[in-house]
């Protein structure tokens, strides 16, 4: 992340106006909450900044779980949506997510992390770091690309190569889809039991246009 930190600053700056609010979670093997929520974006990178130096005095989100390898990639997505999310019912929500999508320390697994999301109406967008040795994707590489890949087409969100793409670009692009989404209902005359999965399908009638939506929605009570 600091090589694109003014981006990400600009992109706060741009996106967040006084009614919004954002929070920024940073994990390892622990979930630590750098800024809770706020509508400035300062003081979001002030969290980001402290973090750098004093991440042992912040507080965690999740259980108190033992992980002994370094990376909760699953977790830092299932706890964001249940605990800090949760709470925002009628909101527009997304996560932008900076990861290579590896995990090897998760109670959770991918699919929690993308139920969760379809659950509470939370769009995932990833910004992707692939470390590539020697030129050459290994298979943790390509089983990482196709993890963000999974979890933001079935969130209705995209995935940005942040070493190959132009971060400024594709945060401008995060931005407008943030403020000019649509949000379609209708009523199903067919009768629907809580916790059932609907499958959701939606397509353009005119040639050259390409819709993004979540893979589908949670039956409620």
């Known amino acids: 992340m600091k090589q694109h930190r003014h981006d990400l600053q600009e992109f706060l700056k741009d996106v967040l106006t ?39 005095r912040m507080p965690e989100i999740g259980p108190p779980d033992v992980r002994v390898l370094g990376t909760a990639f699953y977790d830092a997505l299932y706890y964001s949506t249940t605990e800090k999310l949760s709470t925002s019912e009628g909101a527009r929500k997304a996560i932008v997510m900076f990861s290579d999508g590896e995990d090897n320390s998760s109670a959770h697994h991918m ?40 979890i933001t087409r079935d969130t209705g969100g995209a995935d940005f190569d942040a070493l190959k793409e132009n971060m ?21 005359g067919v009768p629907s039991s809580a916790r059932v999965f609907h499958k959701l399908v939606i397509r353009a009638k005119r040639p050259g246009l390409s819709i993004r ?3 589908g929605y949670f039956g409620r009570e």
Do not use: W
């Open 18 to 56: 006084p009614r919004d609010r954002a929070f920024l979670i940073c994990f390892g093997n622990h979930l630590r909450v750098a800024s809770d929520f706020s509508a400035s974006a300062a003081e979001l990178m002030d969290g980001l900044k402290r973090f750098e130096h004093e991440s042992g």
């Open 168 to 188: 400024r670009e594709s945060f401008r692009k995060i931005g407008e889809e943030l403020r000019s989404s649509y949000d379609l209902a209708y009523h199903s």
């Open 111 to 150: 699919l929690d992390a993308i139920e969760a999301a379809q659950n509470e109406n939370v769009v995932i967008f990833g910004i992707r770091y692939t470390e590539i040795k020697k030129g050459r994707l290994n298979a943790r590489n390509k089983y990482g690309m196709s993890v963000m890949e999974r």
């Open 213 to 215: 939506t979540k893979a």
